[in-house]
């Protein structure tokens, strides 16, 4: 819903108040769906995510140096594997959000966090950057990634993630249609709400995300920028700690989105397993894969059934 697909001046300050209010409500969150215990009876829900994206960043870009694409290639060779022996060590559940091209380039990986019981989910094709799609090319390759992941596990997905969390004015349609389950790109509350979309119900479920429980912001850097990554890993581990710890008090949910290329180093992992060491030292925690917990929140919603229009 472009302002030019309106006929509207670019700029918004000429905007009749439909124009704005027509934005805003495209994609909006409606009621949080969180019961009073989670499943278990447990006062807090974790959801762990990881972003399998290795060799995809670089590709999406048209990057194609073996010095770029190694980056991306420790993911699968070093972090991934890493990460599914601290999970293993933990005893708790993750969902993984895998782009297709990640997917087909690592299949056993792929098949490794399903047989694991993880969730693999839908993270894109090649992390593509939906906002300069079409609507046809969006949708086609939301369902080609879909049904590559079905290939390549046995397992259809019920939930995605968009590459960057970007979200097109097309994405919302494009979910419904090909049926997902639950979306994870969007930021409008810490817990899990229903998207509502023009005022409508649309029995989609959010589990919203945020870069403050993101490792990439913290960590990445842009060689030839100015800028650097200043953070001690275990100062961004304090930051993920104090969101634990609010979200329990709360009796909410603690989501954290890492990736394997990122966290997965020998500096930063350590963090994860003190997170996991002070998580694991509450009572009545509730690690839940993503669909899980969409489950758990649709629950919450009169009829607890997807109610589409
Ligand atoms: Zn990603």
Same mark, same amino acid.
């Given at each position: 819903?472009?302002?030019?697909?309106?006929?509207?001046?670019?700029?918004?300050?000429?905007?009749?108040?439909?124009?704005?209010?027509?934005?805003?409500?495209?994609?909006?969150?409606?009621?949080?769906?969180?019961?009073?215990?989670?499943?278990?009876?447990? #006062?807090?829900?974790?959801?762990?995510?990881?972003?399998?994206?290795?060799?995809?960043?670089?590709?999406?870009?048209?990057?194609?140096?073996?010095?770029?694409?190694?980056?991306?290639?420790?993911?699968?060779?070093?972090?991934?594997? #890493?990460?599914?022996?601290?999970?293993?060590?933990?005893?708790?559940?993750?969902?993984?959000?895998?782009?297709?091209?990640?997917?087909?380039?690592?299949?056993?990986?792929?098949?490794?966090?399903?047989?694991?019981?993880?969730?693999?989910?839908?993270?894109?094709?090649?992390?593509?950057?939906?906002?300069?799609?079409?609507?046809?090319?969006?949708?086609?390759?939301?369902?080609?990634?879909?049904?590559?992941?079905?290939?390549?596990?046995?397992?259809?997905?019920?939930?995605? #993630?968009?590459?960057?969390?970007?979200?097109?004015?097309?994405?919302?349609?494009?979910?419904?249609?090909?049926?997902?389950?639950?979306?994870?790109?969007?930021?409008?509350?810490?817990?899990?709400?229903?998207?509502?979309?023009?005022?409508?119900?649309?029995?989609?479920?959010?589990?919203?995300?945020?870069?403050?429980?993101?490792?990439?912001?913290?960590?990445?850097?842009?060689?030839?920028?100015?800028?650097?990554?200043?953070?001690?890993?275990?100062?961004?581990?304090?930051?993920?700690?104090?969101?634990?710890?609010?979200?329990?008090?709360?009796?909410?949910?603690?989501?954290?989105?890492?990736?394997?290329?990122?966290?997965?180093?020998?500096?930063?992992?350590?963090?994860?397993?003190?997170?996991?060491?002070?998580?694991?030292?509450?009572?009545?925690?509730?690690?839940?894969?993503?669909?899980?917990?969409?489950?758990?929140?649709?629950?919450?919603?009169?009829?607890?059934?997807?109610?589409?229009?």
């Amino acid at each position: 819903m472009s302002s030019e697909g309106f006929g509207l001046p670019k700029e918004s300050w000429r905007w009749p108040e439909t124009a704005w209010r027509g934005h805003v409500d495209a994609v909006r969150a409606g009621r949080r769906l969180v019961p009073d215990r989670w499943t278990g009876g447990a #006062r807090v829900a974790v959801a762990l995510s990881f972003d399998s994206d290795h060799e995809t960043i670089p590709l999406r870009d048209g990057e194609t140096s073996p010095g770029r694409l190694a980056q991306g290639e420790y993911g699968a060779r070093a972090g991934a594997p #890493r990460i599914l022996r601290l999970l293993e060590r933990y005893g708790v559940p993750a969902t993984f959000f895998m782009p297709a091209v990640s997917a087909l380039l690592h299949p056993e990986e792929a098949r490794a966090y399903t047989r694991d019981g993880h969730e693999l989910a839908v993270h894109g094709w090649i992390h593509e950057r939906n906002m300069l799609l079409d609507r046809e090319e969006e949708r086609e390759l939301t369902a080609r990634a879909l049904d590559t992941l079905t290939t390549v596990t046995g397992q259809r997905p019920v939930g995605i #993630r968009t590459p960057s969390w970007d979200f097109s004015d097309s994405t919302l349609d494009i979910m419904l249609e090909l049926g997902f389950a639950y979306d994870s790109s969007l930021m409008a509350d810490d817990e899990p709400y229903e998207i509502v979309a023009g005022g409508r119900s649309t029995g989609l479920v959010e589990i919203p995300v945020d870069w403050i429980r993101d490792d990439a912001p913290y960590f990445t850097m842009d060689r030839y920028g100015s800028v650097r990554p200043h953070s001690r890993p275990r100062g961004v581990g304090e930051i993920w700690r104090d969101e634990f710890d609010a979200a329990y008090h709360d009796g909410g949910v603690f989501q954290l989105t890492l990736h394997p290329h990122v966290i997965g180093h020998r500096s930063r992992l350590v963090v994860l397993r003190e997170l996991l060491d002070h998580i694991a030292s509450h009572q009545d925690v509730w690690f839940a894969t993503h669909a899980q917990l969409a489950d758990a929140a649709r629950s919450m919603l009169p009829g607890s059934g997807p109610d589409r229009p």
